[in-house]
């Protein structure tokens, strides 16, 4: 089966770092664009980052530049979201997503929570 | 990067069509097919309804459509049914090549 399961959520104080990790099974992911989208429970949902399919280029919302990092490692088949200097507006549930073409996303993982709160 | 402009809510009987509105800037809709729509239903992930305006994925029915003019977006749901209640979602490629949202369309079947 198609899969993937994200892990590293859960709560940080404000400043502080987490590691976002997402295993991809039943397809490889050096062949497929990766992102991550957020979603604040109860509200909408907020495109994040996202890596080109040959691992080149990266890009990122303007509210999180310069302070998440994407990354991959195909040897593992895993999608890193490094988040560093973390804020109280980055609360959400971060979801591992495949791109099915630019920016359509068939493949969702059921999400890791983060919490920034002091 | 401002979220694409939808409808907080659509409603429509069983068996009626509805539309839901999508709208972008010159900078995602208007300058790509690349706009996706996704069905949610509460607590459960995000599905993959359309992708690149009008193109189904397969598995989903013929009862979604998708289409686009200018710098809007619209999804039609066809003989709207029970099942279709949930939160839908578009979505399009950037000139910046991120993505974006819009914020979302609570469709009530009455």
């Known amino acids: 089966d198609v899969q993937l399961v994200e892990s590293g959520g859960g709560v940080v104080r404000p400043g502080g770092s987490l590691r976002l990790s997402c295993a991809a099974s039943g397809f490889n992911i050096a062949n497929h664009g990766m992102n991550w989208v957020r979603q604040v429970p109860g509200k909408g949902l907020q495109w994040v980052s996202g890596i080109h399919w040959n691992g080149e280029s990266t890009h990122y919302v303007d509210s999180v530049k310069g302070r998440f990092t994407i990354s991959r490692d195909t040897a593992k088949n895993s999608l890193y979201l490094q988040m560093d200097s973390l804020r109280a507006e980055d609360t959400a549930l971060y979801y591992c997503?495949?791109?099915?073409?630019?920016?359509?996303?068939?493949?969702w993982g059921q999400g890791t929570m983060v919490t920034v709160s002091s | 990067q401002s979220a694409l402009t939808q409808p907080a809510s659509v409603s429509g009987s069983p068996g009626q069509s509805i539309t839901i509105s999508c709208a972008g800037t010159s900078s995602d809709i208007g300058s790509f097919n690349y706009v996706s729509w996704y069905q949610q239903h509460p607590g459960k992930v995000p599905k993959l309804l359309i992708y690149?305006?009008?193109n189904r994925p397969p598995g989903v029915s013929f009862r979604f459509s998708g289409s686009k003019s200018g710098i809007t977006a619209s999804l039609t749901i066809s003989g709207l049914q029970a099942e279709d209640e949930a939160d839908y979602y578009c979505?399009?490629?950037?000139?910046?090549?991120?993505?974006?949202f819009g914020g979302g369309t609570k469709v009530t079947v009455l």
């Open positions: 690149d305006v009008s």
């Open positions: 997503v495949r791109d099915y073409t630019y920016i359509s996303f068939d493949i």
């Open positions: 979505s399009s490629y950037t000139t910046s090549r991120t993505g974006v």
